[in-house]
């Protein structure tokens, strides 16, 4: 069964790598479900690695229907991928109906060829899996990535056997897997795990410090962006 671990730092991806991992997904701030990791990092992981990475192209936290800019941003960051020899992009667009934007996402796996596409947990998200599997079957997509609409993989267990066997890409169980119930998925068929393992450390004592999370901006059903007249009003009043 292969086991890829989403790894948020060079660290993480050495010690995936170390305990038999099969592959990495890189990304960043895990806390938002991942974000495009830097170009720095990227390249970092390629060099230290044996083992296949796949790099998270996703340009900001929230939902997945993208601006046009935002799009603009994604592309760039596949086609950087390709040139520091990435083996795989994990990516998708839905609309604002929660469908998959099949133009979006279909321009997404053209250019990430030939590269391994995986179409990440936005799944999770559409309103009628079944004919979302038969449209990515079409576009080229490799592998999707779910919790099978849950919270936890393991409590749609049921769910993702069924999938599977109504679609030829591979379904990568991700979503609260651990050491309790990663056979599960083994025993019912599916031939993929994804998980980041994580644990923490490196503690600071920052008691009496001012936090630096920003909940205000978690907003995960619309998209922060600067406001012109606001940063307009604030330069006019101190220049």
């Known amino acids: 069964m292969l086991v890829e671990v989403c790894a948020n730092s060079l660290e993480s991806a050495l010690n995936a790598q170390s305990a038999g991992a099969d592959r990495i997904e890189l990304c960043s701030e895990l806390g938002v479900g991942g974000i495009t990791p830097s170009m720095g990092l990227i390249q970092l992981v390629k060099e230290r690695l044996n083992i296949p990475v ?46 998959v ?9 053209e250019l990430s060829k030939p590269m391994h596409f995986t179409f990440h947990r936005a799944f999770d998200w559409v309103e009628d899996p079944i004919t979302s599997f038969e449209v990515l079957e079409t576009l080229g997509v490799a592998t999707i990535l779910t919790s099978g609409g849950n919270p936890s993989a393991a409590d749609a267990i049921e769910r993702l056997k069924k999938w599977q ?16 119930n990663a056979r599960i998925f083994k ?23 001012i936090s630096m999370n920003s909940t205000k901006h978690l ?5 922060g962006i600067t406001n012109t007249l606001l940063v307009q009003s604030v330069v006019q009043a101190v220049k």
């Open 101 to 109: 934007d099949v133009e979006g996402t279909r321009e997404l796996v």
């Open 165 to 180: 066997e109504q679609t030829s890409i591979t379904l990568m169980a991700g979503g609260g897997i651990n050491l309790d």
């Open 54 to 99: 796949h790099v998270l192209i996703r340009p900001r936290s929230g939902h997945f229907h993208y601006s046009i800019s935002e799009f603009e941003v994604m592309k760039a960051d596949i086609l950087a991928c390709k040139q520091m020899g990435v083996d795989g992009i994990v990516s998708g667009m839905l609309h604002n109906d929660f469908s």
């Open 219 to 223: 907003v995960e059903h619309q998209v």
């Open 187 to 209: 025993e019912a068929g599916l031939k993929a795990l994804h998980l980041s393992g994580t644990t923490f450390g490196n503690p600071v004592d920052i008691k009496g410090k």
